[in-house]
């Protein structure tokens, strides 16, 4: 899972594609899997992060991101 280049975001977690003039927020821990995601952080190393700053149960997080997956895709800002 890869952000497009061209995807802005912020420390605050707001997101902005240039291409469409879409913009989205997210929440803490989508900031935190989103800045990762931005410095090229393969997932298993985002999975880590999160379990160790949140409290969430493996399966659950697991579940989440996908869903999460799906969203940014659906989004169109993933790379293909």
């Not at 977690?13 to 393969?42: C, H, Q, W």
């Not at 190393?45 to 999160?50: G, L, P, T």
């Not at 999460?68 to 169109?76: D, S, V």
């Amino acid at each position: 899972m890869q952000l497009k280049r061209n995807i802005a975001t912020s420390e605050d977690g707001f997101l902005f594609n240039p291409s469409t003039g879409d913009s989205y927020a997210a929440n803490p821990m989508a900031t935190v899997i989103l800045r990762m995601l931005k410095e090229g952080r393969p997932l298993a190393a985002i999975r880590q992060k999160v379990l160790e700053e949140y409290e969430v149960e493996g399966d659950r997080l697991d579940r989440d991101l996908a869903d999460f997956e799906r969203q940014l895709k659906e989004a169109g800002l993933l790379q293909a």
